[in-house]
């Protein structure tokens, strides 16, 4: 049981460039999360989905697209990078019940620097 | 504006030492709160509150929430340079959406 993965762990892009973030998990979670935490920031929601085929905008949106093609997959694209987005990103997830369903479970991050 | 805010932003204490640390929150259609320890990687669970008064208690660490007040306190005593990471504050609202807070940075000194 890996619980939640993400890929790649770094990165660093030029400004411009293109890039897909994926978000795995094998704990059959309904609910997956992208956020993006910056020093002194905490974390910050970008998007979300509530199951496969959904997706819906968290706080901070603008500059990124997802993807829930399958449900244990969520996908975290930058069509433009800018240095604005250089960030630590975190992936959770969350069971739509029982007794862990307050609980969001985090992958790794991945560090994009974005020159 | 919902909002969920964390204080102090940083505090340094030695080994001993009992610290309590603050959550205050705004956050319409709340659901529950949750305390999170993050060193060097991901957030890893500590607490999830959804009752007033109610404490929990987790080894040297405890916490408790005030519905009335809007606020959470998450306690640890006896503190060892172990407990030094990021302490994240989240509120869970609406159907199944958080809001962190900004983090308090502990440091313990030996």
């Known amino acids: 049981n890996a619980g939640v993965t993400q890929t790649p762990k770094f990165r660093v892009l030029k400004t411009g460039q293109s890039m897909t973030l994926l978000c795995a998990q094998d704990?059959?979670?309904?609910?997956m999360y992208w956020y993006r935490q910056d020093p002194g920031m905490g974390l910050r929601l970008i998007h979300y989905s509530v199951g496969e085929g959904t997706t819906a905008k968290g706080e901070v949106p603008d500059g990124y697209n997802v993807s829930r093609l399958k449900k244990q997959n969520f996908l975290l694209g930058l069509e433009s990078a800018a240095p604005s987005q250089t960030s630590v990103y975190f992936c959770a997830s969350t069971p739509s019940g029982g007794l862990s369903y307050n609980e969001q479970f985090f992958g790794p991050g991945t560090r994009l620097t974005v020159l | 504006e919902d909002k969920v805010v964390q204080s102090p932003l940083s505090l340094v204490v030695h080994e001993g030492d009992t610290v309590t640390l603050n959550c205050s929150y705004e956050v319409t259609n709340f659901r529950s709160l949750l305390w999170y320890k993050q060193e060097k990687k991901a957030p890893t669970f500590l607490f999830m509150l959804t009752s007033s008064g109610i404490e929990k208690k987790s080894g040297r660490l405890s916490s408790i929430l005030d519905k009335k007040e809007l606020f959470s306190i998450l306690n640890i005593t006896a503190t060892q340079t172990g407990d030094s990471a990021i302490y994240l504050c989240?509120?869970?609202?609406?159907?199944?959406?958080?809001?962190f807070g900004s983090g308090t940075k502990l440091n313990v000194k030996p």
């Open positions: 704990m059959n979670h309904e609910y």
């Open positions: 989240a509120v869970k609202y609406n159907f199944n959406k958080f809001y």
